[in-house]
């Protein structure tokens, strides 16, 4: 018989975590602006992610090793560590997005245990809100090594309800794993013509020289969708396509396929009793039971209707916030960036035109939702090197920091400098840069917010009132974030 004392073990280790003597490991994150203590035994025993961070570290001159670790946020970080100390996750009261960030978290620390278990958790009793998130969680599992549960749950839905995710405006950025596993389903509720036409729009998506023209094409160019190609077309049903698809959509692309496969496709249609020697594929299964339809998805997923509530109130310059039952505004959402990417030429494809819009982003490792109003419109016809602006003035335009999580009061901070309120950016910028509110711009070297750090927003403001951080680095990176178009209710 074995006696085990768990629960009292688990809580010594916890009292450890909390004891500031004998720690040789100190953790740095949220840009270096908190840290934490804790002992290099226990972290490399239970992570394999620590073990090899430390062995890559040197200790300093009083024997500490340093982990920089910006990416994660502390409100996540707390439940990290005591999990590897404690063996104990508390999920009450937890907010379901909450959940999802840790175990992204969780699998980056390769805490493999815990990934799993809240994988499992989520799929058991949050499938509404996985449903109401589908794109941002399809989107970010399938750039992870891991999550083979979630994976299956999502390719599920998305084979039943295909347009989910063929026909969203980010389809072609799909990482090619994503859609082989999508092309595998026998019970992908498909047109198999519809399929390949997919398919050809993904390839193309990836080769941004091939020329628009198909009559153009070389066959340099037929041999580069080929190789972009070369993990799909072995997918396709072919010889479950019509003989009128085969003409008007298979013919022109052709020079994709193997000769051999080409052939054995016409020699089918001619004669479907005659064996090939190409390999066929079953047909697709078609489902007669449809699921229920999708849950509606809220206006965001960033900012709440007290926000709303908040942010109208600004608009109007009133003194105090309008009720939930007196906002006089509808938000419309234009662009998300989970949905619509987040390259900076998408804002300036999709705002163009548009005024009296909000702009929000949540910060990476932060609970920062920081934003600005912009009552002109967004213009993206500018061109005039080599300046790569031009300013906008207004009196009304402000940028703002909401209350969220850690950050216990919004802040409003109305344009000072009205003539450099807002800047339209020159077209051979547009990659590069996005909204800019003078003080508060979003950036990115890399054609995605979220990859770099290069968005700011001033601690010494010029153009607006006052900083809307309290951070002591003017620059930042995204995890999304939306535009807003707002409207008056009728």
């Known amino acids: 018989m074995s006696l085990k004392f768990f629960d009292r073990l688990s809580q010594n280790f916890i009292e450890l975590l909390n004891d500031k003597d004998d720690y040789n490991v100190i953790i740095e994150i949220e840009n270096k602006e908190k840290s934490y203590t804790a002992h290099s035994n226990i972290l490399k025993y ?14 300093d001159e009083n024997n500490i090793k340093i982990i920089i670790k910006s990416s994660v946020s502390a409100q996540i970080f707390d439940v990290i560590l005591k999990y590897i100390y404690g063996g104990i996750v508390n999920l009450e009261n937890v907010e379901t997005r909450f959940i999802f960030d840790l175990m992204l978290a969780a699998n980056e620390f390769e805490l493999n245990e815990l990934t799993n278990k809240l994988e499992t958790y989520l799929i058991d009793t949050k499938a509404s809100w996985l449903k109401t998130y589908f794109s941002l969680i399809y989107r970010t599992i399938f750039n992870e090594n891991n999550f083979k ?57 990836q080769n941004s020289t091939l020329p628009t023209d198909l009559e153009e094409w070389s066959k340099e160019n037929f041999l580069t969708l080929k190789t972009t190609l070369q993990q799909c077309l072995p997918l396709v049903r072919y010889f479950h396509i019509s003989i009128t698809e085969i003409f008007d959509k298979i013919r022109p692309y052709k020079k994709l396929l193997d000769k051999q496969l080409w052939l054995d496709i016409n020699q089918h249609l001619v004669a479907p009793d005659r064996p090939v020697i190409s390999t066929i594929l079953p047909a697709r299964s078609i489902l007669l039971k449809e699921l229920p339809p999708r849950t509606e998805e809220p206006f965001s997923t960033i900012i709440s209707e007290e926000h709303v509530a908040e942010i109208s109130s600004w608009i109007d310059r009133k003194t105090t916030t309008y009720s939930m039952a007196n906002i006089p505004y509808r938000f419309e959402i234009i662009l998300s960036g989970f949905k619509d990417g987040f390259a900076p030429q998408t804002f ?143």
Request: net charge positive; with cysteine; proline share 3%.
């Open 46 to 59: 239970r992570s394999s992610y620590f073990r090899k961070e430390l062995e890559n570290i040197q200790p």
């Open 149 to 205: 549960n979630l994976k299956n749950y999502c390719n599920d839905i998305i084979a039943k309800h295909p347009n989910t995710i063929f026909d969203s405006s980010d389809f072609t950025s799909l990482p090619v794993s994503a859609l082989v596993s999508l092309l595998k389903r026998d019970y992908l509720q498909m047109e198999e013509v519809k399929i390949w036409d997919y398919v050809i729009k993904w390839g193309i998506a």
């Open 348 to 490: 300036w494809n999709i705002c163009h035109g548009n005024t009296k819009t909000v702009v929000v982003i949540k910060v990476k490792g932060t609970d920062e939702i920081l934003g600005g109003y912009n009552p002109l419109a967004w213009d993206n016809t500018y061109h005039n090197p080599p300046s790569i602006v031009k300013w906008m003035k207004t009196k009304d335009s402000f940028i703002f920091s909401l209350k969220n999580g850690n950050i216990q009061n919004s802040i409003i901070s109305r344009v000072k400098n009205t003539q450099f309120a807002i800047a339209n950016i020159s077209k051979s910028s547009q990659n590069k840069i996005g909204p800019h509110f003078g003080d508060f711009v979003l950036k990115s070297e890399k054609s995605d917010f979220t990859l770099d750090d290069i968005s700011y927003c001033n601690i010494e403001s010029y153009c607006y009132e006052k900083s809307i951080r309290t951070s002591s680095s003017a620059y930042f990176s995204i995890v999304d974030y939306e535009v807003f178009k707002i409207v008056g209710k009728s």
